[in-house]
């Protein structure tokens, strides 16, 4: 059977126009215009909102194998279609860690069995996802895994992570760096600024990132290694980014809604409001913006670090690294920073979706042929943040409570419903 979308506004070569598109076994057979349907066919009308390819996180945590009391894949990707994501691909900060075939093979499982979206993990950088140590076997994992990362840990030697960007380059595969000087945070756990100092707390310096950044990319440039740096915080990341991209580099980076809507300011004694690297100064937000408008920062991914509500209860000090952001991140994007005209709504679609696709070699877009990965938004009913609806295990978010406007409708993934609100729940029986 034919499912065709009509009177929707489709997202086509950057920018959207109105038009319908037909899906059958899977994958877009018909896109733009006005298609007919047949007797036997489902229709589904849109009423002139918004259809754009599937979104694509590249940096989530699923915890599963390991922590399940945190998210499992089941749950994980449930919030991911919530979201709007057809894709994601996960980090292996996982018990055990996909660092041998063997390993990998327990989260691979999981996925086939449980997944509501596409999941494509990360191999380890290092055995054991340590940082330091002894390097993973590249070739071995290569054909299952997006790329190389030890995420929530920065690789320490210049001469390890050399080693590793000449494997990873030899493979083919991206190194996606969680960048932190070991020696540099002092057990911090909040940004080095104004409210850490006035309250009494431990900072995180910007160099702990930033060095580290900058090493990479001298090895990136020396090794040809396709590198992707995790979570952008800093100014000074996000200036040797934007050099190194100027050079000609294979660099690229990633920030989160977080660092685009908050700040240190924006601090409150609550686990709410800590994950790692922290919220930066007003200064660094501003660079991540001006970053991700101009295009030296291609990619807004999540970073969705689910905990127990046990383990983010101890406020800033305490708490668990981490927050929850699948099933926030559009709506608070489009709300803050495309309404207020810092955004536009087709460069948001572009760094959650277009640009992490094409930086990672993923295929997708609403073409004939292409897999019917889709993700339909309404842009006009406003609500409010409440954790209670995450399908996500993990609930600590920093905007709850927060008025948004826009909220996925429909996230199809091959063409098959991977979340549906009710309204087309309704056309679909």
Not at 252 to 264: I, K, N, R
Not at 318 to 330: D, H, K, P, Q
């Amino acid at each position: 059977m034919k499912t065709v979308l009509k009177n929707a506004k489709l997202y086509l070569d950057g920018r959207f126009v109105e038009g319908d598109l037909a899906i059958a076994d899977g994958r877009i057979t018909a896109v733009g215009g006005s298609l007919a349907a047949g007797e036997s066919d489902r229709v589904v009308d849109l009423s002139g909102r918004y259809v754009v390819p599937g979104l694509v996180d590249v940096h989530v945590h699923l915890r599963e194998p390991g922590f399940s009391s945190k998210e499992t894949i089941a749950t994980g990707t449930a919030a991911a279609a919530h979201g709007g994501y057809t894709t994601v691909c996960p980090m292996p900060n996982l018990s055990p860690a996909p660092d041998t075939v063997e390993h990998l093979g327990e989260e691979l499982a999981l996925i086939r069995r449980d997944a509501r979206v596409k999941v494509l993990p990360y191999g380890c950088i290092t055995v054991g996802q340590k940082g330091e140590g002894e390097l993973v076997d590249f070739a071995a994992l290569a054909p299952d895994v997006v790329g190389f990362s030890d995420d929530g840990r920065g690789v320490q030697g210049e001469e390890l992570m050399r080693e590793a960007m000449r494997r990873a380059a030899k493979v083919g595969k991206a190194i996606v760096a969680h960048c932190e000087v070991n020696e540099l945070l002092r057990g911090g756990y909040i940004h080095d600024g104004v409210y850490c100092r006035e309250h009494g707390h431990k900072g995180i310096c910007s160099e702990s990132e930033w060095q580290q950044v900058e090493r990479d990319i001298k090895l990136a440039q020396e090794t040809g290694c396709q590198y992707h740096v995790c979570h952008v915080s800093t100014k000074e990341s996000v200036e040797l980014i934007r050099r190194a991209k100027a050079a000609g580099l294979p660099v690229s980076g990633e920030t989160a809604p977080h660092y685009l809507v908050l700040c240190d300011e924006d601090l409150q004694e609550d686990g709410r409001f800590k994950m790692n690297p922290p919220l930066r100064s007003r200064e660094d937000r501003q660079a991540l913006r001006a970053a991700v408008a101009d295009g030296t920062i291609e990619v807004i991914a999540t970073d969705h670090a689910p905990h127990t509500a046990e383990q983010k209860s101890r406020g800033l000090a305490g708490s668990a690294m981490g927050i929850v952001g699948l099933e926030t991140a559009f709506p608070i994007l489009y709300t803050y920073l495309v309404k207020q005209e810092l955004l536009t709504l087709e460069q948001v679609i572009e760094r959650m979706s277009i640009a992490p696709r094409r930086i990672f070699s993923l295929g997708g877009g609403l073409a004939v042929g292409e897999p019917a990965d889709v993700a339909v938004l309404d842009l006009d009913t406003e609500y409010e943040i409440d954790p209670e609806s995450f399908l996500s295990k993990g609930h600590s978010t920093p905007f709850a409570g927060w008025r948004v406007q826009g909220r996925v409708l429909w996230t199809l993934v091959d063409g098959r419903t991977a979340w549906a609100a009710e309204e087309i729940e309704r056309q679909l029986r």
